[in-house]
């Protein structure tokens, strides 16, 4: 019996990561960078430590990771304070229809626990959750599972007893390692035959997690 669900944070229930790449990339541009070869399922769901290793692997030890992530971070900064976070469509309808019925709402997201806090909270949204795992909370980044077993963990849940909603590859196999359900709602990596096979269900939109929970995980 499902009795908890638990969300990813970007992309998922915040349309962040393409206002982010779309800054990283600008960013980048201007530092005369080579941007259109980045593999964006690479670095989705990793921690900052583990994305600048990667850029490092990529582009060399003179990589001016910091410099970019800087310049990114405040467009973005500037960015939700001009227009506010956006939350994905669906959302708050999912959030309220899961507090009715009684489940246990959690976050699991690779976002560090400060920026997590205050975004949720820029969104008006926190409220809602019952525990919140971030990535700094737990000692490797998806797609091991430890960020979601952490999370069944704290709820007093059985990861069986769970189910993740994840937008990106990383993710999802996470979530599926951990041992929980898998709903996969795609954001800007569209799933492969493999990673189909891996979650559970694949919907457009968070509308449609509503039905998927009423019909087929009751």
């Not at 700094?136 to 909603?165: F, H, T």
């Not at 189909?196 to 457009?204: G, L, Q, R």
Request: glycine residues 6%.
């Amino acid at each position: 019996m499902i009795k908890a669900i638990i969300f990813d944070m970007d992309g998922l229930m915040l349309d962040s990561e393409r206002v982010k790449l779309k800054y990283r990339n600008m960013v980048k541009k201007e530092l005369g960078l080579d941007y259109e070869n980045d593999t964006i399922s690479e670095t989705f769901g990793k921690t900052l430590a583990e994305i600048r290793q990667i850029n490092i692997n990529r582009y060399g030890n003179d990589y001016p990771q910091e410099k970019i992530s800087k310049r990114s971070r405040a467009l973005w900064n500037e960015h939700i304070i001009k227009y506010g976070v956006p939350i994905k469509k669906g959302l708050l309808d999912l959030l309220k229809f899961l507090k009715d019925n009684e489940y246990k709402i959690a976050v699991a997201t690779s976002t560090y626990e400060e920026e997590t806090e205050y975004l949720l909270k820029l969104a008006d949204i926190i409220h809602y959750f019952d525990i919140i795992v971030t990535g700094d909370q737990v000692m490797n980044s998806k797609p091991n599972p430890d960020i979601y077993i952490e999370a069944s963990k704290r709820l007093s849940i059985d990861p069986v007893d769970c189910v993740a909603l994840e937008d990106s590859p990383n993710g999802v196999i996470s979530a599926s390692k951990a041992g929980m359900k898998v709903i996969m709602v795609p954001d800007l990596i569209e799933p492969d035959d493999e990673l189909k096979k891996t979650a559970d269900f694949v919907v457009s939109g968070l509308g449609d997690v509503v039905q998927i929970l009423k019909k087929e995980l009751i």
